[in-house]
């Protein structure tokens, strides 16, 4: 008598319920960066304001964020290997939504950076379990499926001048609050739809037809955990490097010295974009909106990028975005009228957009996937000196030059010149070896 495991693949779906695992997760994805990647600069200035704050103490949260976030994320991926994708992205919803509550109740600067804290707990394990679970659901589609799941902050932008609005109307603490809870309430539904691999559940990465491979629904079940030899020549269930493989390849520092430097620019930007054009002449509402403007055009990135990884030399594809990167950042600082927002938002959103899914596809690509979170995880910790020294450079600069440009300008030229560096990526002989695992 056949299980149910058996015979839910033979009810063919319309559509491959490894979409869903993408649309869950670029709900969430939406919903945070309109409540906090983005949504968070639009309170920057009235806190800063309200406490009388150096812009290097509210900036400084920043760097506490992302030193935290490098001292989690490792663990984080080793929970997501271990107990599964969605549990945590349930947790990092919980953890962001009460994080945000938190910072709407600080009286002190310690208060304002325990929210900071809380909501990088959730960070990492959110962002911990998206890429993992899309990686296993998707192989000859996995640029694409990556450049999707990424596509969820496209329009959260547009949404930003409305934060701004809702500050203006009920106070930055009620908006806080406000977002907090409408961020549980949006993203626990959509963290349900987490899962993290399609053997589990009687599929095959890609949507590929069970009745192609041989065996029953007992070796069905199996290739959840140990995949045989067939499974992982096609599909990459469970191949790739140990985590002490990964760590001491040379392709392993490579790849975090080259996502370290890039994530420079954005993570200046993500502190400091609605401020800095405020400081140069734009209004409340029209610097917010330039956040629209970059995430639209940032799509071109995240969905491109991914389309390309699937078909083209990726240490070519990367290196075009850390160049387009550094343009971006030199646009930035030559802007004197609205229209120059658009070359810039081009420029530096295909540069942040398409190093999303090729964060991951890299990874899988030169590491496997056995131990993809973890090995995520540990490149994160890695790049964390990057983004502890990013705010307070540019905090410290508005400081003492009364303009963030300095920073940008200093940040524009560390990129340009490390864009040849993908070039120079080699797989690990581990990986290229025939059998490894």
């Given amino acids: ?31 945070v960066s309109v409540a906090f990647v983005y949504g968070f600069q639009a309170f920057f200035n009235p806190i800063t304001q309200h406490f009388g704050w150096p812009r290097t103490v509210t900036a400084g ?10 001292f989690v994320s490792p663990i984080a991926g080793l929970l997501v290997d271990r107990v599964g994708t969605r549990s945590m992205a349930v947790a990092g919803v919980l953890l962001i939504g009460g994080g945000l509550v938190v910072l709407s109740q600080i009286q002190e600067a310690w208060h304002y950076y325990l929210g900071f804290i809380v909501i990088s707990l959730g960070m990492s394990a959110t962002f911990a379990s998206f890429p993992a679970a899309v990686v296993h659901w998707f192989v000859r589609m996995r640029g694409r499926a990556l450049g999707v799941m990424s596509s969820g902050p496209i329009p959260s932008g547009l ?40 053997q589990t559940y009687g599929y095959r990465p890609d949507g590929d037809p069970v009745e192609d491979d041989p065996g029953t629904t007992g070796q069905l079940q199996a290739a959840a955990g140990t995949p045989g030899p067939q499974d992982r020549t096609r599909h990459g269930a469970a191949s790739g490097l140990s985590i002490r493989q990964a760590v001491t390849s040379p392709a392993f520092w490579l790849l975090a010295l080259i996502f370290g430097v890039h994530q420079m620019g954005p993570g200046a930007l993500f502190v400091v974009q609605i401020p800095y054009f405020e400081s140069i002449g734009f209004s409340s509402q029209a610097a917010a909106s ?10 071109i990135g995240r969905l491109g990028a991914g389309y390309l990884m699937d078909k083209w030399d990726r240490k070519k594809i990367v290196a075009g975005l850390m160049a387009s990167n550094a343009v971006g950042l030199l646009v930035l600082v030559n802007i004197t009228d609205y229209w120059m927002v658009f070359p810039f938002a081009l420029f530096f959103g295909i540069a942040f957009g398409g190093m999303i899914p090729g964060r991951s596809i890299l990874i899988s690509e030169y590491f496997g996937i056995r131990n993809f979170a ?33 920073a940008f300008l200093g940040i524009a030229i560390l990129i340009a010149l490390s864009t040849p560096l993908p070039l120079l990526l080699r797989k690990p002989r581990a990986l290229a070896e025939p059998g490894a695992s």
């Fill in 61 to 70: 949260a920043f760097s506490l964020q992302r030193l935290e976030g490098g």
């Fill in 290 to 299: 330039t956040l629209g403007v970059f995430t639209v055009l940032s799509g």
């Fill in 374 to 406: 973890s090995v995520q995880g540990i490149i994160n910790s890695v790049d964390v000196v990057f983004g502890i020294a990013t705010p307070f450079i540019v905090g410290l600069s508005f400081d003492l030059a009364g303009s963030y440009q300095p």
């Fill in 159 to 198: 949404f930003v001048p409305l934060v701004v609005l809702l500050i203006e109307v009920v106070g930055w603490r009620n908006a806080l609050l406000l977002l907090g809870l409408a961020f549980v309430a949006i993203g626990l539904p959509a963290a349900t739809f987490i899962r993290h691999h399609p």
């Fill in 1 to 31: 008598m056949e299980t149910a495991t058996a015979t839910a693949p033979a009810r063919r779906r319309r559509i491959f319920p490894g979409w869903y695992v993408v649309g869950g997760a670029m709900v969430i994805h939406f919903s």
